[in-house]
């Protein structure tokens, strides 16, 4: 069965600087591969997908994410982190098993200190 | 409209009360979701619908009752709740179930607490 790792369960960054949020997968094929962003007490909010193709996608708001088959990664970047940012990401990995339901990671905190 | 809509957006419900949680989406999708949200964890897949009939019940309490009646709506009755069925109670549409581009599109969530 497919899983999704998120290793960090909080992260502080300050206003301005660089961010990078981990995600890894386990699947043996190719999946889908999601990022949400959750603010208190909100639904999630799609921030980017990969499908096929550029490893290198963009997203809303901002934020990148590179898939490294490699790897099992598809890490959330963001060159300069805006306070508004302060949410929590989740990873999503979608595969071809019955149904095609999401497996969401555990979730990171993200912190901006101003 | 990329929008999916749940209503309401808060409700407190004693035990033995029964209430209804709404979902609505008017983006054509075919198949819609409930997932359930306890605090700091992803949510948790609850019920699927694809073509109003539902595909996907993962082995929720007979207290939960997914109903869709028509495609564009999906209701989730409650009846004899526990305390620890408080949650964040998310919605979702998708295309369809099928593969390719089908990202699924949440509502705001329904924050439901059971005294």
């Known amino acids: 069965a497919q899983s999704v790792t998120q290793p960090d369960i909080h992260i502080t960054v300050s206003e301005g600087a660089s961010l990078e949020l981990r995600c890894n997968y386990s699947y043996g094929a190719t999946p889908y591969l999601f990022w949400y962003v959750q603010s208190p007490g909100q639904g999630l909010q799609l921030l980017l997908k990969?499908?096929?193709?550029?490893?290198l996608v963009q997203g809303i708001k901002g934020f990148e994410a590179e898939f490294k088959r490699s790897q099992s990664s598809f890490n959330l970047r963001k060159p300069s982190v805006h306070w508004s940012d302060a949410a929590e990401y989740f990873c999503?990995?979608?595969?071809?098993?019955?149904?095609?339901?999401?497996?969401f990671g555990g979730g990171t905190r993200l912190m901006v200190k101003p | 409209d990329t929008e999916v809509t749940q209503t309401p957006k808060h409700l407190v419900m004693g035990m033995t009360n029964k209430k209804s949680l709404k979902c609505e989406q008017h983006m054509g999708h075919r198949a819609m979701y409930w997932y359930k949200q306890k605090a700091k964890k992803p949510p948790e897949l609850m019920f699927v619908y694809s073509y109003e009939k539902l595909s996907i019940n993962e082995s929720v309490p007979s207290r939960f009752s997914p109903e869709c009646p028509n495609s564009s709506l999906l209701n989730l009755h409650l009846h004899a709740l526990q305390p620890e069925d408080s949650a964040l109670y998310l919605c979702a549409s998708s295309q369809d179930q099928g593969l390719g581009n089908n990202e699924q599109f949440f509502g705001p969530g329904t924050r439901l607490t059971v005294l």
């Open positions: 990969y499908f096929s193709g550029d490893t």
């Open positions: 999503a990995v979608r595969t071809n098993n019955a149904g095609n339901m999401l497996t």
